[in-house]
């Protein structure tokens, strides 16, 4: 049961360059999620997707684009990062019907954490 | 607006003695409430949810929350405390209406168990 994995754990980039943080579950959930995490703000959504090709806006999604090609994966870029978008990021699954595959409940990622310079 | 509030920044408690950290909601219809955990440098742990049914919820680890619709709160709480309990603690709701699982989560509660 490899659940849901994010990569990189950490990275480091520069102002104005792309960054794509990845993220892949293994339990063909419909919904994927991604959240940052910021000291004072809990966790925000910045976007989420109900299914393949599906994808809507959250909370926060200035600055940042998704895709979701194939169900079981959900990166999200930052087309030109910003200082403001240094946090942990974290991303999220949650199904269709009964058990694991419910929607009641959202599994979560170990994060990434992102510092932009 | 739909929102969840933990009151308290921190919690401190001492080894052994029963712990609550306090989660109230404002929702329109009838809420599914979450109660999750982060160690450092980890992502969120499920620790128990209520959906409906009887209103004391018992979870992971030891730890059971109160569902009291009247004051729209969904505390939780441990009777003895352990000091690997230590972490941040989230509550969150989902919408009601919303059938794609969002939650709003609250601003966490950082829980202190000192031995």
């Known amino acids: 049961d490899a659940g849901i994995t994010q990569s990189p754990r950490y990275k480091i980039t520069e102002t104005g360059r792309q960054v794509t943080l990845m993220c892949h579950q293994t339990w063909s959930h419909s919904y994927m999620f991604w959240y940052r995490q910021d000291l004072g703000h809990g966790l925000r959504l910045i976007y989420y997707?109900?299914?393949?090709?599906?994808?809507d806006k959250g909370e926060v999604p200035d600055g940042y684009v998704v895709s979701r090609s194939k169900t079981e994966n959900f990166p999200l870029t930052l087309e030109s990062a910003t200082r403001s978008q240094t946090s942990v990021y974290f991303c999220?699954?949650?199904?269709?019907?009964?058990?694991?595959?419910?929607?009641?409940?959202?599994?979560f990622g170990p994060g990434t954490r992102l510092t932009v310079l | 607006a739909q929102s969840v509030a933990q009151p308290e920044d921190q919690v401190n408690v001492a080894e052994g003695n029963p712990l609550t950290v306090k989660c109230t909601y404002s929702v329109s219809g009838n809420p599914y409430l979450f109660w999750y955990v982060q160690y450092p440098n980890r992502g969120l742990q499920f620790l128990l949810k209520?959906?409906?049914?009887?209103?004391l919820v018992k979870g992971s680890y030891g730890f059971e929350a109160e569902f009291n619709k009247s004051q729209t709160s969904f505390h939780l709480k441990k009777p003895s405390a352990l000091v690997s309990d230590s972490a941040l603690y989230f509550c969150?709701?989902?919408?009601?209406?919303?059938?794609?699982?969002?939650?709003?989560f609250g601003q966490g509660t950082t829980l202190q168990v000192k031995p």
């Open positions: 997707s109900a299914a393949a090709d599906i994808t």
């Open positions: 209520y959906i409906t049914g009887d209103n």
């Open positions: 999220a699954s949650t199904g269709r019907g009964s058990g694991r595959s419910s929607t009641d409940t959202q599994y």
């Open positions: 969150a709701v989902r919408v009601p209406s919303s059938n794609t699982g969002k939650l709003i």
